[in-house]
């Protein structure tokens, strides 16, 4: 029986830290992560790292990965701070470890939990729903290079589904880091100059990361990216 709790916590265990800590953190934290909250430590954020620039880097990482993590509201707003914080090279280099290995935790805490009973449901079921989990895992790459590329499906969704189809776990690293550098390098940009405006009280405005000049490389990159696969999918005669 003990063996058997303790098998129960070891599977399940991750994912319902997960899941509360998700819950508190939007009880929490639902008012505290935002251009507001932002604009009025400005000063004080940047007092501290220019004293402890070490312990910023790190308490950033810290807080980065646990937004993403726990699926927290507030992930733009980060991305945005870290630019402002640490310039645009070292920013988007730490935004994307940090948001990678929030994704990381997600995507082994799901497939630890529930990743093989969700394969062998899927599996069981067969048809329509078992040919579609084989041709994705077929072309995981692409296709989860063009969802990491394309800002359409939420960042949290894409983790979980994946573990729930059974990506391999280096694919899934692969294509997260590389995927989310060209969006992470446009809200660190946008954090870059952004200490200019909050100087004049006024609230940043991501408006830009919407507009075609930025969008529309992101979609014909990811399309590029994901062509090959659906045009594979398509063609193939058992689905």
């Known amino acids: 029986?003990?063996?058997?709790?303790?098998?129960?916590?070891?599977?399940?265990?991750?994912?319902?830290?997960?899941?509360?800590?998700?819950?508190?953190?939007?009880?929490?934290?639902?008012?505290?992560?935002?251009?507001?909250?932002?604009?009025?430590?400005?000063?004080?954020?940047?007092?501290?790292?220019?004293?402890?620039?070490?312990?910023?880097?790190?308490?950033f990482l810290s807080f980065y990965v646990l937004i993403v993590s726990f699926s927290l509201p507030g992930a733009s707003v980060t991305s945005i701070t870290g630019g402002f914080l640490f310039g645009l090279t070292l920013g988007t280099v730490l935004n994307v470890i940090a948001a990678s290995i929030g994704a990381i935790a997600i995507f082994l805490a799901v497939k630890a939990g529930l990743g093989k009973l969700a394969v062998?449901?899927?599996?069981?079921?067969?048809?329509?729903?078992?040919?579609?989990?084989?041709?994705?895992?077929?072309?995981?790459?692409?296709?989860?290079?063009?969802?990491?590329?394309?800002?359409?499906?939420?960042?949290?969704?894409?983790?979980?589904?994946?573990?729930?189809?059974?990506?391999?776990?280096?694919?899934?690293?692969?294509?997260?880091?590389?995927?989310?550098?060209?969006?992470?390098?446009?809200?660190?940009?946008?954090?870059?100059?952004?200490?200019?405006v909050l100087d004049q009280s006024g609230t940043p405005d991501l408006s830009l990361i919407w507009s075609p000049q930025v969008l529309g490389p992101l979609i014909g990159l990811a399309l590029l990216v994901g062509a090959p696969a659906f045009f594979r999918f398509f063609k193939s005669k058992e689905y």
């Open 120 to 196: 062998q449901k899927l599996d069981k079921l067969g048809g329509r729903m078992a040919r579609l989990r084989e041709k994705l895992v077929e072309n995981e790459i692409s296709v989860l290079l063009m969802l990491r590329l394309l800002p359409i499906i939420p960042f949290f969704a894409v983790n979980i589904v994946s573990a729930l189809v059974g990506i391999k776990l280096k694919n899934f690293v692969f294509t997260t880091v590389l995927g989310i550098i060209p969006g992470a390098l446009v809200f660190t940009w946008i954090g870059v100059g952004i200490g200019e």
């Open 1 to 59: 029986m003990n063996f058997k709790l303790f098998y129960l916590a070891k599977q399940f265990g991750p994912l319902l830290v997960l899941c509360a800590g998700a819950l508190i953190g939007a009880i929490l934290l639902g008012d505290f992560v935002t251009f507001e909250a932002v604009q009025q430590n400005r000063q004080t954020l940047v007092t501290f790292r220019d004293a402890h620039f070490g312990l910023m880097v790190l308490g």
